[in-house]
């Protein structure tokens, strides 16, 4: 089975600094995707950056960056030069293989940027 | 631009008294998947819809049905609502050569 672990339920950081956002997961099948996903109060799930478990180089999305260690199986999201308007709640997920393609949320980390 | 769009946003009805939800989207994506998420929770897959194929989560109430009579729309159809299906209700679509799900708005329920 499928488990997304984050452990952090909230942090805070200064605007224009950096900030990592930690998951951990666990599964047994040998190709996974890996998603963070950013949601404000008004609801909206948005999405943010995608890592597939057979690639090797890190996913990159404009001020987003995901910090793969497959080995660790962690996949935490980096956010570079952080903005007030970051402020929400940020969960990774993972998906499961086959036609579904169901996704599993950890418990969400909620980001406050500070000015 | 290609979207999923959610109707409406927000939603009041009372004890017992059905409502539906609906979703569009212009992504023709062949997967549509209804979540529920209640207050400081993670969302929860209630089911989807594989083009015309229905799969329902193993611990989805009965109280709750879905509707696909298109590629474009999909319906979440609450028979009886209690005042636990108090939540956010959020739809997701997804091509069949991508793993990325791309989310509406969110439609959010409250029942008095």
């Known amino acids: 089975a499928q488990k997304i672990t984050q452990t952090q339920p909230g942090m805070f950081v200064q605007e224009k600094e950096a900030v990592t956002l930690d998951c951990t997961y666990d599964?047994?099948?040998?190709?996974?995707?890996l998603f963070w996903y950013k949601q404000p109060s008004s609801g909206e799930m948005i999405f943010l950056i995608y890592?597939?478990?057979?690639?090797?180089q890190n996913a990159t999305e404009g001020r987003y960056s995901l910090n793969f260690q497959k080995a660790r199986k962690s996949a935490n999201l980096v956010i570079s030069a952080s903005q007030l308007g970051d402020s929400a709640m940020y969960f990774c997920?993972?998906?499961?293989?086959?036609?579904?393609?169901?996704?599993?949320f950890g418990t969400g980390t909620r980001l406050t940027v500070i000015p | 631009d290609a979207m999923v769009i959610q109707n409406p946003r927000y939603q009041v009805t009372q004890f017992g008294k059905p409502v539906t939800l609906s979703c569009s989207q212009t992504?023709?994506?062949?997967?549509m998947y209804w979540y529920q998420q209640k207050s400081s929770q993670a969302p929860k897959l209630l089911f989807h819809?594989?083009?015309?194929?229905?799969?329902n989560e193993a611990d989805t109430p009965d109280n709750f049905q879905s509707r696909r009579p298109n590629t474009s729309f999909c319906f979440l159809d609450i028979r009886s609502p209690g005042l636990g299906d108090a939540a956010m209700y959020l739809c997701?679509?997804?091509?069949?050569?991508?793993?990325?799900?791309?989310f509406g708005p969110g439609t959010r329920l409250t029942v008095l």
């Open positions: 890592q597939g478990s057979y690639d090797q």
């Open positions: 997701a679509t997804r091509g069949s050569i991508t793993d990325t799900q791309y």
């Open positions: 997920a993972m998906s499961s293989p086959g036609g579904a393609n169901n996704l599993f």
């Open positions: 819809y594989y083009d015309k194929d229905f799969n």
């Open positions: 992504l023709n994506h062949n997967v």
């Open positions: 599964t047994s099948d040998p190709s996974y995707g």
